[in-house]
């Protein structure tokens, strides 16, 4: 290859290039700072969100072993009072999501924009909060936050795959979508 197609190529891929009048820094095509694997940078925004992931299943497991004592459900057993089951099945199910989520936020952090990602994050993270509290209260207080959930979910699977494309049309057809 010359020196014009490493160039071109180079900047198809958003890796490292310096300019002599500022720092170095990783950007894509469009002018948006490059955030994939190998970024020299990870904003602080993204980090605090999963600052945040690591609060969320202790604080529902809390709850549970709280709630254990309250209506003497002992260990293993999963079955007691109604109320009980609420708040146990509510954190079953926070803990069922929580691999999906996590996958979603960085996919979504490191192929479209990592502030997106974050915001994204604190909602989901607020959206099961209430979904906890609105299903260990009853059962139909889970249904408004299930459901901005599952949207916040389907937002970020977007993300994802529009960065996904954005990265791969760049570098196999040199065509930037974003």
């Not at 945040?52 to 299943?57: E, G, I, S």
């Not at 479209?112 to 209260?137: E, K, N, W």
């Not at 889970?142 to 949207?151: H, T, V, W």
């Not at 916040?152 to 960065?163: H, Q, R």
């Amino acid at each position: 290859m010359n020196s014009d197609t490493d160039s071109r190529y180079l900047k198809h891929i958003g890796t490292r290039y310096r300019n002599s009048d500022s720092r170095s820094e990783d950007r894509r095509p469009h002018g948006r700072p490059h955030t994939g694997v190998g970024s020299a940078f990870m904003k602080p925004d993204f980090a605090k969100s999963r600052r945040l992931l690591n609060l969320a299943d202790p604080f529902c497991s809390t709850l549970v072993i709280a709630a254990r004592r309250k209506y003497s459900v002992s260990p293993p057993s999963t079955s007691g009072p109604p109320e009980f089951e609420r708040v146990f099945r509510a954190q079953v199910n926070c803990t069922e999501y929580f691999p999906l989520f996590v996958s979603l936020l960085w996919l979504s952090g490191i192929f479209f924009h990592q502030g997106t990602a974050a915001a994204c994050g604190v909602l989901y993270l607020f959206a099961r909060y209430r979904y906890f509290t609105g299903y260990s209260a009853s059962s139909q207080g889970r249904l408004a936050p299930m459901y901005l959930n599952a949207g916040v979910l389907w937002f970020m699977i977007a993300l994802s795959a529009l960065g996904l494309l954005d990265v791969l049309f760049a570098h196999y057809l040199g065509v930037d979508i974003l």
